[in-house]
């Protein structure tokens, strides 16, 4: 399977912290994109770094992509409350002419006030 | 608002109705997809459009479900005779053409099956 699998599971911390999530994944990929998803709620975009990319940056957000390990980590600093989501790495398989993704299952952010 | 519409937001129906959802992609946008999400899973890709043609669906969709795009813009997708186990959900999301543009995501169809 090329689902990725996101680690920790959960994350709970106070605002202001840093938040870092790891991303692991098992074949070869085009793009790996990261995506925030509040209670009952759809996707959002965050960010999407190619294969060829090693580290981008958005606002409070940096992803870095590492291809021989196939993993990923989402970093968000001074993290604040509005922050607390469950976050979703995807990727799309290397040759996909599609953009189908396969997601994992996320890890789930707490931040306390 | 990514500017996928979705409709309706929640469904509740007995197990063995019919149900329709639909979704309203962001007008240029001639790539659809539909995922499912059940609680504490990230989304599964169900079946995808380009234009107006079906080009994959997953072995997650049974013969009772069926997806259609007839001008590719809107795309509805029923569910026949449904099940507890469909009870989950459905999400679209839409995106240029290209593969390695960013899909947006609507706000999903969160269907219960009693």
């Known amino acids: 399977s090329q689902q990725g699998e996101e680690d920790p599971q959960a994350l709970s911390i106070q605002e202001g912290e840093n938040a870092t999530m790891n991303c692991s994944y098992k074949?070869?990929?085009?793009?790996l994109q990261w995506y925030r998803q509040n209670s009952g709620r759809g996707l959002v975009h965050l960010i999407l770094i190619r294969s060829n990319e090693r580290e981008k940056h958005s606002g409070r957000l940096r992803v870095t992509l590492d291809t021989s390990k196939k993993s990923s980590s989402l970093l968000i600093t001074a993290s604040r409350a509005a922050d607390t989501a469950s976050y979703f790495c995807a990727t799309e398989g290397r040759g996909s002419t599609l953009g189908r993704l396969y997601f994992g299952r996320g890890t789930q952010l707490t931040v306390w006030p | 608002d990514t500017g996928v519409s979705q409709d309706p937001r929640h469904k509740i129906t007995k197990r063995g109705q019919n149900v329709t959802f639909r979704c309203d992609p962001i007008?240029?946008?001639?790539?659809l997809y539909w995922y499912r999400q059940t609680l504490g899973q990230g989304p599964e890709f169900l079946t995808y459009f380009q234009n107006e043609a079906q080009l994959e669906k997953s072995r997650l969709l049974s013969d009772r479900f069926s997806a259609e795009r007839p001008k590719g813009s809107f795309s509805t997708l029923e569910i026949q005779r449904t099940e507890q186990g469909d009870s989950a959900m459905y999400l679209c999301a839409s995106s240029l053409e290209r593969s390695t543009d960013t899909q947006y995501f609507g706000p999903g169809t969160r269907l219960t099956v009693l």
């Open positions: 074949t070869s990929i085009n793009n």
């Open positions: 007008s240029e946008h001639n790539r």
